[in-house]
């Protein structure tokens, strides 16, 4: 959108007025630069592992008068005690910049100075213009690029800078939360009552402050005449919604297992222009829409335009109805074509740097390159196919209810089954199966980009696979308490997939881990199951030694240790976003023991079944002795692939058990008299 020009707003919008001044929060600001005092020194507990702490981060975004038209003006005040030198890299901050024709975004009134606490007095050390870089990200983006200097363990750094945008649809988003601790964050906005945004919160954390006010606002604009300005300055004046966000004592966000991106779990406000009155007129919807979204897409030279013409792989599409009438069979066919006409370079994109042809003569492409011209081959093989954007996970999730291409990374294949059915394909890893994504893949919902906006939805990325994890042990145990036998493992869905790219030698390694140092294979393996579509299966011999001096009258054993679930990997305590498997988990081990003659079991772990409430999983243990043989037999199933924050402490919970029942030994006794 380019900037609204003040020659037609002032026809109908301005109120010339003398008496008013623009009302901004009366609110005090939390931060004033150049303020820092002794007493900012001094840690918190709560702050002690942190390698630094952001003592107040300060942001003010308003619509204000400008030449020819209405401007963004952000400011923003950042104060950050660095505790270790593990904080040093939050003394480079970074500041992006959109800049489009002739307009742009410029920062203003940028300072920074570091104090340090020398002899018990305050040393300020200012950044010099040598400490600051601009930068070019690509055709519309830059950034200014700026180090805090003389950083120490203990010192303060602190910034202040002002984005002057000629963009009133960009207004400022704001982050809340970060790696570290945060004490004060605070973000107003003041918007005149020409213009409405769409909010968008992102949060698992409350505000300490969330108001908003209707409030006086005047500003002034200078009217251009003919490309020149005449100096008058024209006063205009209306009602302003006065917004205020703050948060306090934040914690910081930690990796932890089983997320996607960080980005979606900051706390943040994100901001999109939705409305404009002007001129008497009814409002303006100038939001972006999905619809909008889809025709843009398909009329762009790096995305649609490639997909309505023959591509090379067009002649031997052509054969394959015959071939394959079923369609599910002839996407497969056209999937594996397509994989050895090109391999994947591991580039995450939404759009081709090439046409496909080109791609195809490198023998290489990116991910849209790829699955682009899977979708264009799918439909000279006759299928209904379609492209399906979506966010990968290490991107972040969509936000359903602000559509914004930039959200998007990734495309996949769409192929709509004669019985309706969606199946989704992806070209880039020759390990997946038709019908699978992979795993990267697996973030909530994928937009459909079709010719039909009627047929433009959104399709669930949740996959019917799940993470299946099966093995089966049949052991001999020796009087000594050696154990010898053979093992059989399985890996299906996404477990096969994982296993698959792990390889035979590490998995081997990674089983051999497992089992423990005392536990030989003494022959080498292969796995059995090519087709990606099948479980992958592994055989082996097992031998566990032990005592070496002979006989022993008591055996404990603990064998589900060595083949199922020994540790919790849920390790925080409490957890205030959602647990994200991406798939639903399946763990299921049967070991077998035949006992020698005269050992009976005096002991073993009794029955227990776990479930977790909303239908969130199950855990199935059991342990018995037939004769002289003992069976146990564990499964763990969690179908669900993301379980809320308020489920938690209940699945960390059966986590915990699930490990403890499988450390629970055997007992197992000789009788007495009986000769080995």
Known sequence: MNTLRIRQRLLLLAVVCGGFTTQAQAQAEPIKFGKVSVADFTPQAADSAAPAVVLCDFGVSKVVGGDDGFRLNFERTTRILIRRKAGYDWATVEVPLYHRDEDTERVKA??????????????????GSESIFRDKVDEQHNTCRFTLPNVKEGSIIEFTYTVDSDFIFNLQNWQFQHTIPVRWSE?????????????????YLPFTVQEEKSVPYSTVIRESIDGRLDNRDIPISTNALSSRWVMQNVPALQEEPFMTSARDYFSSIEFELAIIQSFNQPPKDVANTWEKIAEELLKDEQFGRDLNRPSPLAAAMAELPARYPEAQAR???????????????SEERLYIKTSLKQAIQRGQGNAAEVNLLLVQALREAGLQANALILSTRSHGHILLDMPVLAHFNYVVAHVRLPDGRDFLLDATEPLVPAGMLPERCLNGQGRLITDTPAQNRWVSLAPAQRHTVYTKADLTLAPNGALQGKGHWEWAGYAGLEA???????????????????????????????????????DLPIQVSGSEDGAVGTIYLSPMKQFGLTSNPLRAESRYFPVDFGMGRDGTHIITITLPKGYTATELPKAQVLTLPNGGGQFQYGCVQQGNTISITSRLSLPKAQYPAAEYSALRELYDRVAAKHAEPLVLSKAPGTQP
């Open 110 to 127: 940028l300072k920074g100075t570091t104090y340090n606490l020398e002899g018990g007095k305050l040393v300020a050390t200012k950044m």
């Open 187 to 203: 973000y107003r906005t003041l918007i005149p009552s020409y213009y409405k945004y769409k909010q968008i919160t992102r949060s």
């Open 331 to 345: 996407a497969t066919a056209v999937l594996a074509q397509v994989q050895q006409a090109i391999k994947y370079n």
């Open 500 to 538: 698959r790219g792990t390889g035979t030698t590490d998995l081997v390694r990674a089983i051999r881990q497992q089992l423990g140092d005392e536990t030989t294979i003494p022959a080498p393996a292969q796995p059995s199951g090519t087709d990606v579509s099948k479980p992958l299966a592994l």
